[in-house]
């Protein structure tokens, strides 16, 4: 699955997931992610979560319009 993810403690772009784990930084090769990647990981799609969901409120509140 392609998507970009800006995993904040490690400086890195994340940019692919496969069905089976493995993920893909910019400009590196399709690999398992270690324990501290996968919490990386695991903690930037978090706040990544909570901000879309802020932002959904925001535009889909009618007081913005």
Do not use: C, W
Not at 3 to 16: C, H, I, N, Q, W
Not at 18 to 27: E, H, L, N
């Amino acid at each position: 699955m392609p998507l970009r993810l800006y995993v904040e403690p490690m400086d890195a772009t994340l940019v692919e997931v496969s069905a089976d784990g493995r993920v893909r930084f910019d400009d590196e090769e399709l690999k398992a992610p270690t324990l501290q990647e996968r919490r990386a990981i695991i903690y930037a799609a978090g706040n990544a979560i909570d901000d879309l969901k802020e932002l959904l409120d925001i535009l889909h509140d009618d007081r913005t319009a």
